[in-house]
């Protein structure tokens, strides 16, 4: 496995206070890497850091093995940031063109134009697109490049359903073919769907790191549901080892438990009056949320 990103005890105070503490990651090419988080939890600096837009108060980052400034390095990377660059008096194609004059091999101005399903919107002024329009003109010219890195700041904000779903379509199948993606984003489900790494950020430190799965089984732990005989009480369940919660729900019942493998091999054990067993594991919304608050929210 090659890194191709590397923060190493990275920090980043404005006055006194500190945005990032003590940050020390890496990051695989091929890779998805989704970062969630609270307001303020430090990923947007952070990712300016990597981009070498801010510099770290301490600490070193590595982009591609370099210095994020070097301009070798700069011509494999795309972002497209929270704030869209529209140039005032330049139409959408013409955007484009300029974004794509700074690269050595930039992709056809055309096939940027329909990955953005901006193809009809190409000889309007670019600041009089909408909205959602604007960000997809950023997700353009973050491709302009044919970067082997990209850098997603919340992109789908203001984006309808359909441009969202094509969007990450796009984004799937770039990082089908071998490009490294690392994304902020607000919404957990498109985390879960599109990530293989999530990275949960609090307070400027890393909370969690790994699949959305493991996120869900170590955090929230897994939950075992069966319809239950009617000898079986709450008391009973709860004095099983390893059960971390009861609830009914009729005649079903639904344990939590941070190990349900062994918990199940116990319920069995015991003999327990159980039917239509299942195991599932907690969402990672339940699991973003546990991580948050136990670490103290952020206003
Ligand atoms: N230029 C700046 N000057 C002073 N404080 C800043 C600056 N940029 C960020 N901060 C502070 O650093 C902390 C982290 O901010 P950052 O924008 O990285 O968070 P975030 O996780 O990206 O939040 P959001 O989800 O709201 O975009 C916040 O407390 C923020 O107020």
């Not at 909205?131 to 491709?143: S, T």
Request: cysteine-free; proline content about 3%; aromatic content about 4%.
């Amino acid at each position: 496995m090659t890194a191709v990103i590397e923060l190493k005890q990275v920090n980043k105070a404005y006055g006194g206070k500190k945005a990032v503490d003590n940050v020390t990651l890496t990051i695989e090419k091929g890779s998805v890497v989704a970062l969630l988080g609270p307001n303020g939890a430090g990923k947007t600096t952070t990712v300016s850091m990597i981009l070498g837009l801010q510099q770290p108060t301490s600490g070193t980052v590595k982009l591609l093995g370099q210095d994020p400034r070097d301009m070798q390095v700069r011509q494999r990377i795309g972002a497209m940031l929270q704030e869209v660059s529209v140039v005032d008096g330049l139409k959408v194609g013409e955007t484009i063109e300029l974004f794509r004059s700074y690269y050595e091999r930039p992709l056809p101005l055309e096939r940027l134009l329909k990955i953005a399903n901006l193809t009809q919107e190409k000889d309007k002024m670019a600041v009089s697109l909408s909205g959602g329009q604007q960000r997809r003109l950023g997700f353009a010219l973050a491709l302009a490049g044919d970067p082997d890195i990209l850098f997603l700041d919340e992109p789908t904000v203001g984006m309808d359903v359909t441009s969202r779903q094509l969007f990450w379509e796009t984004v799937r199948a770039m990082a089908v073919g071998g490009r490294t993606i690392v994304l902020t984003t607000h919404y957990l489900e498109e985390a879960d769907s599109i990530a293989d790494r999530i990275i949960v950020v609090n307070q400027g430190k890393v909370a969690a790191d790994g699949t959305p799965s493991q996120i869900k089984a170590e955090t929230t732990g897994r939950i075992i549901s069966f319809t239950a005989g009617a000898a079986l009480t709450t008391e009973i369940l709860q004095a099983i080892p390893g059960v971390t919660g009861v609830e009914w729900n009729g005649g079903r019942v639904k344990l939590t438990s941070l190990d349900t493998d062994r918990l199940i091999a116990e319920l069995i054990r015991r003999q327990l009056p159980m039917r239509d067993i299942e195991i599932q594991s907690g969402g990672l919304e339940e699991a973003f949320r546990m991580l948050v608050e136990t670490k103290g929210a952020v206003s």
